[in-house]
């Protein structure tokens, strides 16, 4: 059942990760579902994307110098008189200049290990903390955060990428707590991360090689499938990580 594509009055996103390859898919379906739209793109790097946009389609470019509590506080500080219907964190990391999936025991450290985990475990939960406040009450809305199957404890046959496993798995568990307590002050919001599959960005470009092509998909592909997920969340979902395909993903 749709919640979030066919409301007739304006709806209120904000992506966080809003530079990521990912992120920009999901901001460009949103722009062509949406006719009454008023989005906000948060990011650590000043923004540079421009999307063609319609009277009725607002977009408000927000630069953050981190995803702790000074700068959160002071970004919800100016959104304050805005009510959310989704917040969706496309934050994360797997590589970059110093750090790579382990291969083997032997190649974790704990600078690889701290850095991933506060990444994509604690930023999206410090992101949640902070927009908890700001959600729309007594009506559907959702927080959602990409995951990531390897995340997943019960589905790791292949073993190695000891700290991207993890804090994918600590991403679900910390999402799942949060869906419990806010099940109790609201009853309506949706709480759920999302495996996107392998998308065609920067991220996976290292590890395409394997891939078969028709699972390959596209920003623009990977953008509209998440946010067809998010369309059909309801709250049976909350807590769960769910597939680009809308199938869930174990714990």
Known sequence: ?????????????????????????VIRCILDTLKHVNLHCISRETPH???????QQVITAHHVKGYHDASLKALTSKLKDTKFDLVFIATGVLHDSDIQPEKRIKDITQHSFEAIMSTNALVPIMIAKHMLGLMKKNTPAAICALGARV?????????GWYSYR????ALVMMLKTLAIETHRTLPDLRVCAIHPGTVDTNLSQPFQANVEPHKLFSKALAGQQIINVIDSLSMKHSGQQLAWDGSVVPY
């Open 1 to 25: 059942m749709s919640w979030l594509l066919h409301q007739n009055t304006p709806v209120n996103i904000a992506v966080f990760g809003a530079s990521s390859g990912i992120a920009q898919g």
């Open 166 to 169: 993890a804090s994918k798995a």
């Open 151 to 159: 995340g997943s404890i019960n589905d790791n046959r292949l073993g």
């Open 49 to 55: 994307q421009k999307y063609k946009t319609s009277a």
